[in-house]
């Protein structure tokens, strides 16, 4: 195994070189590395002053999240920072890429630091549930102020190379290579012998005292649930109130104790799973992709609309078709109206949106698809509607095209067969709304070519979209495993409990809004023509119950938000949902009339019955081999369907609980409830007679 970190001297410049690829994370190796080549260009009387530089596309960033445990800071690195900030040469860190993390900590207790211009820094160990652990702290109030690296730390957002140099966190910039203006720099300050400026000797400029009241709301807001929350704020207060050991050692203890977070090891699960997720087992990740210059998207509809803002934003030029003219205007005006949006809203910069609008062509007819390399429909979700729109489309789309359909749960083999390209065919389903969801389900139809999956794979990630591969099946992963979640919802109200409490457990769970509240926004009527649709293709249920109070809804006129009152009623133009006793009638019949007893329900047997449907059937998924590992799953659920990170997902969940209680909880429902819905999934089965976790599946 090479040297991760290495030292080469030139002209009295020692250049102390991190390279462990592919981000130069700071491994207990690196560290190690660093100290032992810091220490040596010290001690050599030939070196006048070090520079601190990384080989690759970064300099550090981050520590090695791979090497937390349960056990502590897996990098002890303040020996590290110790070497570097005593260092009586001058240390000029020399940054470029991403200095987030353990790589901005070393950054700071470096005496200089000189940023590329296309450089972005921050501390984003928040968004692992953690709080910076290598006396970022500390060091980053002492160099930028108490306020502004409380919003760093707090958000975990990056600040450009500018903002750095405005802020103070960075010297200069370089507009040329990083390295060799950092040690031009290094040979002028060494010549000046002026002693290194240390920033543990900063002192911080305390704020107002409302300051730290304000904050704690402002953070108990935003962190809520995140234990890391009220540790940020007492570690850089600490950084204001208490001499520096003081504030590392507190940092320390406070870094060991979200380390340890149930929280944390979620956020890190996911970190690692959408990453894993972007792999498709037997596609090597080298496989050459098809160009993809212009998108086309069938229907100006809501999803149309919005897939063809995902590309224009993107830089795609994209034709939107709509057979329809005037839907085709109103489609427009609706993507003006959400770019205008985040303009006014100070999200998007006036002359992004001209040049994203600039990107739309608009046509009637799919002979405007001849030039397009990938063409995505929206159209109604009607299986006869979307093989003829196939037939169209191989006939006008240029050889090698990829031809898509974002349908959300009609088979995408049958829409293949409908060409004489299956090969290129695939499902994109875009989650609503799609210029705002970042989840995408990329559906592999029997005959989807390699390179047009790894095409696909490719694409979403230039769109900033998290993918996620499905094998062909209703509903694909999310909405086959939505199934259970609404329909034990909708039981739990025949059995007597109120919509409101249903939603106020499974919020109190997490999720940002309820089962029921979120029928209502999505529409009452959505569900009930999904399921005549399915009758009609003879996929409907033989079970009445959970689809009876839509129907009674719908058919009283009662869609949900859009018409004022669903499961709930609203006020004129309101969104808040209030309690109707209108709706309670319509339930109460509904369940009188299938013989449905009201009892006793607590929340906990709410939040299992909504959510271990979801396990049962994730491991059905799972043995189909329609999703490829679980963390596949946990983000399909937590990025397309609001499932709290903070408990990493349906089976990073079920893992947390523990697969024998999981199982348990099943039967006992199997045993009081429907057999047909509660029969224990056998590779559930399987893992808990093993002794093993969804955990021991991933790859
Ligand atoms: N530790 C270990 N592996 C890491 C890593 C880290 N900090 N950061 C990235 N990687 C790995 C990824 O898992 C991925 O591995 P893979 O190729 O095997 O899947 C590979 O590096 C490339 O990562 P991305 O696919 O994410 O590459 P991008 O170019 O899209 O993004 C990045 C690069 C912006 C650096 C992004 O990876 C990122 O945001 N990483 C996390 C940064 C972070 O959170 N740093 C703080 C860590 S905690 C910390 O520093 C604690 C300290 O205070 C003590």
């Not at 462990?20 to 491994?27: E, G, I, T, W």
């Amino acid at each position: 195994m090479s040297d991760p970190v290495n030292l080469s001297v030139e002209d009295g410049i020692a250049f102390v070189i991190i390279d462990n690829p592919p981000v130069n994370a700071l491994s207990a190796r690196v560290a190690a590395g660093l100290h032992d080549r810091v220490t040596e260009a010290a001690a050599d009387p030939a070196v006048t002053a070090i520079v601190l530089t990384a080989v690759g596309r970064t300099f550090i960033a981050g520590a090695d999240i791979t090497e937390f445990g349960g056990d502590g800071p897996a990098v002890d690195v303040h020996t590290v920072l110790a070497a570097l900030e005593d260092c009586a040469k001058p240390v000029v860190a020399a940054l470029h890429g991403t200095i987030y993390g353990g790589g901005l900590e070393v950054a700071m207790a470096c005496h200089y630091r000189i940023a590329d211009d296309a450089a972005r820094l921050g501390l984003p160990e928040v968004k692992l549930g953690l709080l910076p652990g290598a006396g970022g702290t500390q060091r980053l109030p002492r160099l930028i102020g108490v306020a502004p690296a409380l919003e760093m730390i707090s958000t975990g957002k990056p600040v450009t190379a500018q903002d750095a140099l405005n802020l103070g966190l960075v010297d200069r910039l370089s507009k040329g290579d990083v390295r060799t203006v950092a040690a031009r720099f290094a040979a002028t300050v060494a010549r000046q012998k002026s002693p290194p400026p240390r920033t543990r000797t900063r002192t911080v400029i305390p704020p107002a005292p409302s300051f730290w009241d304000e904050a704690a709301a402002r953070i108990g807001k935003s962190l809520r649930g995140l234990p890391a929350g009220p540790h940020i704020l007492a570690c850089v207060r600490a950084a204001v109130e208490r001499p520096f050991k003081e504030g590392l050692d507190l940092e320390g203890q406070a870094f060991a104790a979200c380390v340890r977070s149930r929280e944390s090891e979620a956020l890190r699960h996911l970190f690692f799973a959408e990453r894993r997720a972007a792999r498709i087992k037997d596609i090597p990740r080298d496989t050459a992709t098809r160009p993809i210059a212009r998108v086309g998207v069938i229907g100006a509809g809501t999803m149309g609309g919005g897939i063809a803002m995902c590309f224009a934003s993107a830089g795609y030029p994209v034709t939107l078709v709509d057979i329809n003219e005037a839907a085709l205007t109103r489609g427009l005006s609706t993507i003006q109206g959400n770019y205008a949006a985040s303009v006014a809203k100070g999200r998007l910069a006036a002359i992004d949106r001209d040049a994203a609008l600039s990107r739309i062509r608009t046509a009637t007819d799919y002979a405007a698809f001849a030039d397009a390399d990938l063409v995505i429909e929206a159209a109604f979700e009607d299986m006869d509607l979307k093989r003829r729109i196939f037939r169209d489309l191989d006939r006008v789309c240029r050889p090698g095209a990829i031809l898509a359909s974002n349908t959300s749960t009609l088979n995408i083999d049958q829409m293949a067969a409908a060409t004489a390209r299956p090969g290129d065919v695939l499902g994109l389903h875009f989650f609503s709304p799609a210029n705002v969801m970042r989840l995408l389900e990329v559906v592999r139809g029997v005959a989807t070519a390699p390179d047009v999956m790894a095409t696909a794979m490719d694409l979403t990630r230039r769109i900033c979209k998290v993918a996620v591969v499905s094998g062909v099946c209703d509903g694909f992963i999310g909405n086959r495993m939505v199934a259970g979640y609404g329909r034990e919802a909708n039981l739990l109200m025949l059995e007597g409990v109120e919509p409101a409490r249903i939603d106020k457990a499974l919020t109190e769970f997490g999720f940002p809004m309820g089962p029921i509240a979120m029928g209502d926004m999505v529409g009452l009527d959505i569900g009930v023509k999904a399921a005549a649709e399915a009758e009609k293709a003879g996929r409907g249920s033989d079970d009445p119950r959970p689809g009876i109070i839509a129907k009674r809804l719908v058919a009283a006129g009662r869609l949900g938000q859009k018409t004022g009152a669903g499961l709930y009623r609203y006020e004129p133009g309101g969104r808040r949902p209030l309690p109707d006793p209108v709706a309670l009638a319509i339930i109460a019949d509904a369940a009188r009339e299938l013989g449905i007893e009201p009892r006793d329900i607590d929340d906990q047997e709410i939040v299992d019955r909504c959510i271990l449907p979801l396990v049962n059937e994730a491991a059905r998924i799972l043995a189909e081999g329609i999703a490829q590992r679980p963390g596949d799953i946990d983000i399909v659920w937590v990025n397309g369907y609001g499932f709290p990170s903070l408990r990493g997902g349906p089976l990073f969940y079920a893992d947390s609980v523990g697969l024998p209680a999981v199982l348990n909880r099943i039967r006992q429902f199997r045993n009081r409830q429907d057999p047909r819905d509660w029969t224990p999934a056998p590779l559930l089965e399987q893992l808990v007679a093993e002794g093993r976790r969804f955990a021991d599946l991933e790859d």
